[in-house]
Antibody
Framework: QVQLVQSGAEVKKPGASVRISCKASGYTFTRYYLHWVRQAPGQGPEWMGMIDPNGGSTSYAQRLEGRVTLTRDTSTSIVYMDLRSLRSEDTALYYC??????????WGQGTMVTVSS | QSALTQPASVSGSPGQSITISCTGT?????????VSWYQQHPGKAPKLMIYEASKRPSGVSNRFSGSKSGNTASLTISRLQAEDEADYYCYSYTGSTRWVFGGGTELTVL
């Protein structure tokens, strides 16, 4: 079946970096964009960025540009999300989600990132 | 890009209908039909309920419907059921390969 499986929870100190992986299966990896969405505790989702696995082009939310990088490995159907210079406000549940321009139809299970000194 | 505007909460009794609005601008909802709606229960990932403003994915109840007029999209849930109690979010393409979510609406089934 179509699924996205993410790596496990992370605890980081302020100023550190985090890498989360998202492995796709059950469909042709290069046919759909992979988006990243985060949700801080008690808050709504925030779109972070997108990667087109077919070519690797990316787009990022303006407020995160410079701190976030999306990459992909087509040989393993994995997308990576790197977030640098972590601060407490980055504490959130991070999701990868499959989608085109129209919607996000398949979501990963989420990865909790806690930033705390 | 500012978040799309949704009412913080709506409520309705079982069997009634409710509508949740999502207001954007002429740069997002007003230009593109790429508006979708998501249902999120506590502790769960969001679930796609409506895409391209008014289309329903396979497996989603026909009690859920969507529409769009100008800069505002709407989600209507008819014949409310207890299981519909959740948070609902709209999401729109904004151009330049960027997207934005609404602030979310908490639906209470009385």
């Amino acid at each position: 079946q179509v699924q996205l499986v993410q790596s496990g929870a992370e605890v980081k100190k302020p100023g550190a970096s985090v890498r989360i992986s998202c492995k796709a299966s059950g469909y042709t990896f290069t046919r759909y964009y992979l988006h990243w969405v985060r949700q801080a505790p008690g808050q709504g989702p925030e779109w972070m960025g997108m990667i087109d696995p077919n070519g690797g082009s990316t787009s990022y939310a303006q407020r995160l540009e410079g701190r976030v990088t999306l990459t992909r490995d087509t040989s393993t159907s994995i997308v990576y999300m790197d977030l640098r210079s972590l601060r407490s406000e980055d504490t959130a549940l991070y999701y990868c989600a499959r989608g085109g321009f129209d919607a996000l139809d398949i979501w990963g299970q989420g990865t909790m990132v806690t930033v705390s000194s | 890009q500012s978040a799309l505007t949704q009412p913080a909460s709506v409520s309705g009794s079982p069997g009634q209908s409710i509508t949740i609005s999502c207001t954007g601008t002429s740069s997002d909802i007003g230009t593109y039909n790429f508006v979708s709606w998501y249902q999120q229960h506590p502790g769960k990932a969001p679930k796609l309920m409506i895409y391209e403003a008014s289309k329903r994915p396979s497996g989603v109840s026909n009690r859920f419907s969507g529409s769009k007029s100008g800069n505002t999209a709407s989600l209507t849930i008819s014949r409310l059921q207890a299981e519909d109690e959740a948070d609902y979010y709209c999401y729109s393409y904004t151009g330049s390969t960027r997207w934005v979510f609404g602030g979310g609406t908490e639906l209470t089934v009385l």
